[in-house]
């Protein structure tokens, strides 16, 4: 019994000892059972890229400022007399010459008091020439004399007075314009000072923007411009008249004057305007909005290639745009630029350039 209990006991180690062998034999020697990573290839997919060759051209650098058109002039026109009105020569909106009559204030008692005025200057007259003689003759003194010569021109002013005041009765235009406000009807009492109405000289046509403190130097009195009025598609040509030497204190810019020739009046004043006014010639290379990318750091610009065939990124400064693309600086000369495909490629990549040239030489035609 015991000796049975003694070999079960041996047969049972061995048959640990066996397994065990073998696990520590497939540690040891045994085949890896794990994935190796595959070997780098040698040779690197190289992207391909449409390329094309850019020159750069002549482009005026243009200020482009917003503001609005204005009257060269705009007056106040205000009663200088009292009474009512008693006569209306010209409508709202009227195109009046200089010297036409707008208003008229009723005479009432002037024209008496002009002729009072005139009939005593006329006896002044006598009486001061009679003084003279009677002193040349020695029976007048020369304080008499100059008694009567005294009264001769406060008459004389009395009479110009009551001409004067005549003559305010009448409420012209001070120069070429229109009649944009009349604040008067007919019967209606003016006091002296109370307004009229408001005349507006609109030839020339001011176009009034302001400018930054940094391009304010870029512009001087006399240079040419153009302007865009809102609701007018076709540009005025202008001339530069007044630019402010001091800012405004608010905003830090200064006023700028462009006068635009507007002989039938039909560009009002008020309007929202674009004032462009070229300030510079320069090289910059024309291209479509397509090719503009971003770097790393966020700076626009565009993908070119070196000798090598390898991106450079080169920054840009957008100048302007129009519906051909846009005008940019900061590029040399002549650029081979990436035109499709330039925002797969980063700067230091090596690429396979394909013309574009050789691309559209490649299409069928549309018609065929």
Known sequence: ??????LAGLFAAAAVAWIASGRLGEDRGGPELRNLPAPLDAETVVPEVRVRQSTAEQHVR???????????????LKAEIAGPISELSAEKGAVLVAGQEIARIAEQERPAELARARALLAQRRIEAEAARKLTQQGHRSQTALAGAEAELQAAEAEANLAQINLDKLVVAAP?????????????????????????????????VAYVSEA?????????????????????????????AATAESETRTFRVELTVDNPERRLPAGTTAELQIPVETIRAHHLSPAVLTLDTAGRVGINTLDEEDRVVFRPVQILAQDEAGVWLAGLPETVRLV???????VEGQAVRPVEESEVEAQQPDAGS
């Open 339 to 345: 035109s499709v495909g330039q925002e797969y490629v």
């Open 62 to 76: 243009r200020l482009v400022l917003f503001g609005q058109s204005e009257a060269v002039r705009s007056v106040l």
């Open 215 to 243: 391009d304010v130097g870029a512009i001087s009195v006399g240079d040419l411009g153009s302007a865009r009025l809102a609701g007018r598609p076709a540009a005025i040509e202008g001339r530069v008249r007044f630019v």
């Open 1 to 6: 019994m015991n000796r049975s209990l003694l």
């Open 175 to 207: 120069f070429d314009g229109v009649l944009d406000e009349r604040s008067v009807e007919l019967g209606d009492f003016v006091d002296r000072g109370d307004t009229i109405g408001r005349i507006v000289d609109l030839d020339p046509l001011l176009i």
